[in-house]
């Protein structure tokens, strides 16, 4: 079974500055997908952004970047010139690759507040 | 936006009281699913599907029932609802081929009382 951990609760960052949020998982499958998913006050599930593990560049998405290692089990989110509006709780998703029914295995979730 | 709707949003129930939530997509994907979200825990897996009338369980099972009759809806049944039922269901979806990505619903808040 895959776990997710994300070990950081709660995180601050001021507007405009730079925040890292860490997530290890533990797997022992080869072929698979991790993502950030973002979900605001308003509830909704938001994919931020993906990353196949099979590519060894580091996916980007406009303000957002990753930083995965796989050799560390370790898929980091960087998010750059912070928003009010990237206040949100952050989850780790984890998925097993081809053939698998693409069950999601979540962390816990980062609640990140981007102060004015 | 993917075209996911949740009915009903809210609903408050008894204990014992059967429940059925609902999961209604307009964009033809294979898999759907049911998570539910607590403090603490993130997002855990209840019940998918890959197809009409093919199911499986997930990680939090117990309790629940799923049924998938049509492409487009995918309904979970609580048969005598509990208090650790209390809770916001999401829904899910994802298509086939090389897109991964699953796409939530807006969520059902369930509170058993």
């Known amino acids: 079974a895959q776990t997710v951990t994300q070990s950081q609760p709660e995180m601050s960052v001021q507007e405009a500055e730079t925040v890292t949020l860490s997530c290890t998982y533990d797997?022992?499958?080869?072929?698979?997908?991790l993502f950030w998913y973002k979900q605001p006050p308003s509830r909704q599930m938001i994919l931020v952004i993906r990353?196949?593990?099979?590519?060894?560049q580091n996916a980007t998405e406009n303000r957002f970047s990753v930083n995965f290692q796989k050799a560390a089990k370790s898929f980091s989110l960087k998010i750059s010139d912070s928003q009010l509006g990237d206040t949100a709780m952050y989850f780790c998703?984890?998925?097993?690759?081809?053939?698998?029914?693409?069950?999601?295995?979540f962390g816990s979730g980062t609640q990140l507040t981007v102060l004015p | 936006d993917a075209g996911i709707t949740q009915s009903p949003r809210h609903k408050v129930t008894e204990t014992g009281t059967p429940v059925t939530l609902r999961c209604h997509q307009t964009?033809?994907?294979?898999?759907m699913y049911w998570y539910r979200q607590d403090p603490g825990h993130g997002l855990r897996l209840i019940h998918y599907?890959?197809?009409?009338?093919?199911?499986d369980k997930g990680e939090v099972s117990d309790g629940y029932s799923v049924s998938r009759s049509k492409t487009e809806d995918f309904l979970l049944t609580l048969e005598s609802a509990t208090s650790s039922q209390t809770s916001v269901y999401f829904c899910?979806?994802?298509?086939?081929?090389?897109?991964?990505?699953?796409?939530f619903g807006p969520g059902t808040r369930l509170t058993v009382t």
């Open positions: 599907s890959y197809g009409v009338k093919d199911t």
């Open positions: 899910a979806i994802s298509e086939t081929g090389e897109a991964y990505e699953q796409y």
């Open positions: 964009e033809n994907h294979r898999y």
């Open positions: 797997t022992s499958e080869n072929n698979y997908y």
């Open positions: 990353q196949e593990a099979y590519k060894q």
């Open positions: 998703a984890f998925m097993k690759g081809r053939g698998s029914a693409r069950q999601l295995t």
